[in-house]
């Protein structure tokens, strides 16, 4: 997701975190000035990446890998739902799938599924994800703002930036209205977060700053709990969120890696067994290999079909 806008308000956020000799930096300027950085970031054009999906079901370790290109311009993903796996080697359907339901006076007492669930295809779900989610940390405003949904997103992000909360039809109306004009408002900026200073913490060799997030509001899409921002660069080192893509509770680490210049997920590690289907996996990685720029190709992957078990993240 490229970054033109809000240049000021990134400029101004980038200065030093200032704290008084001794005394704890403050977590807001910390989180703002990672939350700058990832406003920063600039994309190529086409991003191309391949997904690994690692679990342990019963002790048994499974992976699948599956080719996917990312468009940054209009935040779009475009892969290939079958993985390489399956691509040599064709799922034969396997197991026994009985359900016991017994009833009395026309009542289902109770439903137990007997028997070993075949194997799943695709463990977590065919993963559309891209390779630079931020978690919520910075909103994604496309570069070209062609339809009415990517302009109402862009003039929407301006705005927060600003904390004009003034919308075009009711400036239409003072314009249009007799006497005084309100020309413009004072707003206080509403946190979703309690943010707490929690000291520098070392991240596969990076020191970095640890936060500790509560939100301040139930809302699905105000996940992050933990994280570490390093303290030279103030990128995002690793984060953990409570609850991972759609319907999900269970606690997921995320490490992040800059490749090229630009900062992308390296990995997201399930901190709790996860459920999905009949299946239970003991453990669940999901990786993001061979991150790199790519030609946009004439014909890419056709749509994956709305019946398929996709996994995404909230908008």
Not at 287 to 301: D, I, K, M, N, T
């Amino acid at each position: 997701m490229k970054r033109v806008l809000c240049v000021v308000a990134i400029a101004a956020s980038l200065g030093t975190v200032a704290h008084a000799a001794g005394a704890d930096p403050d977590p807001y300027q910390l989180y703002s000035r990672a939350r700058a950085v990832w406003m920063s970031q600039h994309y190529p054009d086409y991003v191309t990446y391949t997904i690994a999906v690692w679990v342990d079901e019963r002790g048994v370790p499974k992976t699948a890998h599956y080719r996917a290109v990312y468009d940054a311009t209009h935040d779009r993903i475009y892969m290939n739902g079958v993985s390489e796996e399956e691509r040599v080697a064709p799922h034969v359907p396997t197991g026994t799938n009985i359900t016991l339901e017994p009833k009395r006076n026309w009542m289902t007492l109770f439903k137990r599924h007997v028997g070993n669930p075949e194997d799943a295809v695709d463990f977590l779900g065919i993963p559309m994800l891209a390779p630079n989610y931020s978690f919520g940390i910075a909103a994604y405003v496309p570069e070209v703002a062609t339809t009415q949904t990517d302009q109402a997103a862009l003039v929407a992000e301006i705005r927060r930036q600003f904390n004009d909360p003034m919308s075009s039809q009711k400036a239409q109306q003072l314009n249009n209205a007799s006497g005084l004009k309100e020309i413009g408002r004072v707003v206080s900026t509403d946190r979703d977060y309690a943010i707490a200073y929690a000291g520098v913490d070392t991240v596969a060799g990076t020191r970095a700053y640890h936060l500790m997030l509560r939100p301040l509001q139930a809302s699905p899409r105000l996940r992050l709990r933990q994280m570490w921002i390093d303290t030279r660069t103030f990128t995002t080192v690793r984060i953990v969120i409570q609850g991972n893509f759609i319907n999900s509770n269970v606690p997921w680490a995320v490490t992040f890696a800059t490749v090229n210049g630009a900062q992308y997920i390296a990995a997201e590690q399930a901190l709790a067994p996860v459920g999905s289907g009949r299946h239970l996996y003991e453990q669940a990685t999901i990786s993001f290999e061979s991150v790199g720029p790519a030609q946009p190709g004439r014909y890419l992957w056709t749509p994956i079909a709305s019946s398929k078990n996709v996994l995404t993240e909230p908008q």
